[in-house]
C-alpha cells in the first residue's frame, strides 16, 4: 500500500506531502461520526476545559467561545483511538521513522462554517519542549493529518511553505494566534517561496516536519473543514508522549504520573 518513493522523496524536499486514498469512505464516516460526537461534548463550553487527558481548547473569537481544537479525545473515545494508530495510518509514519513510535500529539481541528477559527504561520518545533526531549527533532518526528471532510481554500484548507523546514531551527515568533497575527513575522515569511495549498480529499493524509512553516486562514464557505492530526516521534529519539507502537504494533494508550508532556505555551 502507497509505495514510498515518490512522496517520502517530496516530504524531505519540500517539508510536506500528501498521500491521497488512504482511507476509504466507510472509515471517513466512521471519524466524521466520532467528530460530530465530540464537538456535541464540548458545546456549551466557555472556556478551555480538561476531563482527564482529554482537553476542549475553547477560545475567544470575535467575543464568542469557540472550540478551537480538542485534545486527546482519543482517550475517551474508542473510534477516534483506533484511528490514531490505525495501520493505514501508521504503514505511512513507520516508513519514515521506523516501527517503534512515541505519540506526542492528538487533536482534532474544527474549522465550522462561520466560527473564525484561523492559525497565524508556525512551526511546530515551536511546541516540541523542552529540546533536551528531542535527540532528532529534524528528522525524528512528524505530524500526519486525515481529512475528514474536503480541505479547500474556501474552507480554510493548510498553507504550507516548500523548503522552509530546511533550516531546521525556530524562525518564527507566536505560536497559536489567528491569521491576524501574521505580520510580526512578516520579514522571515518574505524570504521563502509563496506557500501552497495542502488541498485534500476525505481520506487523504498529509504529514509535515516539524520545521515546515503552516497556517490556516478562516473557512469563508458554508461547508466544514475538519482534520484529524497525530503527531509522533521515533522512541530512541524522545522521551515525552506515550508508547504508540512497539515493533511495529500498536499499544493500548497509556500514561500516568510518570508520563512526560510538552512544555508548551498556547496562548
Not at 517530496?10 to 460526537?37: C, H, M, Q
Amino acid at each position: 500500500m502507497n509505495r514510498a518513493d515518490g512522496w517520502i522523496g517530496e516530504y524531505w524536499e519540500k517539508g510536506f506531502t500528501r498521500v491521497p486514498g488512504v482511507f476509504p469512505a466507510n472509515e471517513i464516516e466512521e471519524l466524521s461520526k466520532g467528530f460530530d460526537e465530540v464537538l456535541a461534548l464540548g458545546k456549551g463550553l466557555t472556556k478551555t476545559t480538561k476531563s482527564g487527558l482529554t482537553e476542549y481548547r475553547v477560545v475567544p473569537i470575535d467575543g464568542k467561545p469557540t472550540l478551537k481544537f480538542a485534545k486527546w479525545a482519543s482517550a475517551s473515545h474508542e473510534s477516534l483511538d483506533r484511528f490514531r494508530t490505525s495501520p493505514r495510518l501508521m504503514s505511512l509514519v513507520m516508513q519514515v521513522l521506523g516501527p517503534d513510535l512515541r505519540q506526542i500529539t492528538n487533536q482534532m481541528h474544527y474549522k465550522n462554517p462561520g466560527d473564525g477559527v484561523s492559525f497565524q504561520m508556525h512551526q511546530d518545533c515551536t511546541f516540541r519542549k523542552p529540546d533536551s526531549s528531542y535527540r532528532d527533532l529534524y528528522g525524528g518526528f512528524l505530524q500526519a493529518a486525515i481529512a475528514v471532510d474536503p480541505s479547500t481554500v474556501e474552507n480554510g484548507c493548510l498553507q504550507l511553505v516548500p523548503g522552509s523546514h530546511k533550516e531546521g531551527k525556530a524562525l518564527l515568533s507566536g505560536g497559536y494566534e489567528g491569521w491576524e497575527a501574521n505580520g510580526e513575522n512578516q520579514r522571515v515569511l518574505e524570504r521563502f517561496a509563496p506557500a501552497v495549498d495542502g488541498l485534500m480529499d476525505p481520506g487523504d493524509v498529509l504529514l509535515w516536519n516539524p520545521y515546515t512553516i503552516h497556517g490556516s486562514q478562516p473557512n469563508r464557505s458554508a461547508k466544514s473543514r475538519r482534520v484529524y492530526i497525530n503527531g509522533f516521534a521515533r522512541t530512541r529519539d524522545c522521551d515525552n508522549g506515550v508508547l504508540a507502537t512497539v515493533g511495529g504494533k500498536p499499544v493500548p494508550l497509556a500514561w500516568g504520573p510518570g508520563t512526560l508532556w510538552d512544555i508548551v505555551e498556547e496562548r
